[in-house]
């Protein structure tokens, strides 16, 4: 059996798919419940001692910029991160601890959380500017954030496999997804969409993973694919230091009423808080 038929045999086998445990399952359910309370979301979170230590250390990180010590989860979430930002990130780090990577020696998780995080950041910050009914911020930092968990499952699931399209990737100066798609016949946007549907996350994030590369998809979440190509794209110019390339990302934001004076004191504001936003990236990666 080739590669390709082993992983087009597991991803038609959902129950081959990494199985989220007891309490990374009611983790994520809080998280995605909109009516649930400070004192609830905390008292759930606080069954990961794990993850409680990574938003404790992520609140006294300089990224916050937060003036004393902070010990206490709920004082973090009410005064220092934000509710809507804890449930954001609490996703990263959940699936960053459901993931072991270890095992593949080409996968940089501080540069993967660091691309989630700025795809994340700029989806949300776009959104707001934007007058799109479609681009809720909480929902396009989500989706940012999810993108690529495809790869970081694969990463988990086939390591060997991994290391060789990685290799590869960075050999011949390709993308990732094109790699997958060559060496098993999936790509990482194919296999997120169905471990986010297996996970039962909410339907705009597998749908928007989907359809992330089928130019001729039409529906609700439309809106929603285009501004995190947008992003993506916009991320990795970003950290890869070609601030020369990135007007033309800026030109099609306005696509999405987001003028590109606005847009680029957005990227300019990014720019100057990159060690802060990696410091993030460190505490969602456990680094």
């Not at 501080?110 to 479609?134: G, N, P, V």
Request: with cysteine; glycine share 6%.
């Amino acid at each position: 059996m080739t590669v390709a038929d082993e992983i087009n045999l597991k991803v038609s086998r959902i129950k081959n798919l990494p199985t989220l445990s007891v309490d990374g399952i009611k983790i994520l359910q809080a998280v995605n419940d909109p009516d649930i309370s400070i004192d609830e979301l905390a008292t759930v979170l606080s069954t990961s001692p794990v993850l409680v230590g990574r938003l404790i250390g992520l609140a006294n990180s300089a990224y916050f910029g937060h003036a004393g010590k902070v010990n206490d989860l709920k004082f973090a979430i009410i005064r220092v991160l934000g509710f809507n930002l804890v449930k954001c990130l609490t996703v990263g780090v959940v699936l960053n601890l459901e993931l072991n990577t270890q095992k593949c020696n080409q996968f940089d998780s501080e540069r993967f959380w660091m691309d989630a995080l700025l795809t994340a950041i700029l989806a949300q910050q776009f959104s707001q500017l934007s007058s799109d009914e479609d681009l809720a911020p909480s929902t396009a930092y989500t989706a940012g954030l999810l993108l690529n968990i495809g790869l970081i499952t694969a990463v988990y699931m086939w390591p060997e496999a991994l290391n060789q399209v990685l290799l590869s990737a960075n050999t011949n100066g390709s993308s990732v997804s094109r790699e997958m798609l060559a060496a098993m016949g999936e790509h990482q946007y194919e296999l997120g969409s169905v471990l986010l549907a297996h996970w039962h996350l909410p339907r705009i994030y597998s749908v928007t993973l989907r359809e992330f590369k089928n130019t001729d998809y039409t529906g609700s979440e439309r809106r929603m694919i285009d501004l995190l190509a947008v992003c993506f794209a916009t991320a990795k110019k970003m950290l890869a230091g070609q601030q020369d390339e990135l007007p033309l990302f800026v030109k099609r934001l306005e696509a999405f009423g987001v003028s590109a004076a606005r847009a680029q004191s957005v990227i300019d504001d990014l720019l100057a808080a990159k060690n802060n936003i990696y410091t993030a990236a460190l505490a969602i990666a456990g680094k």
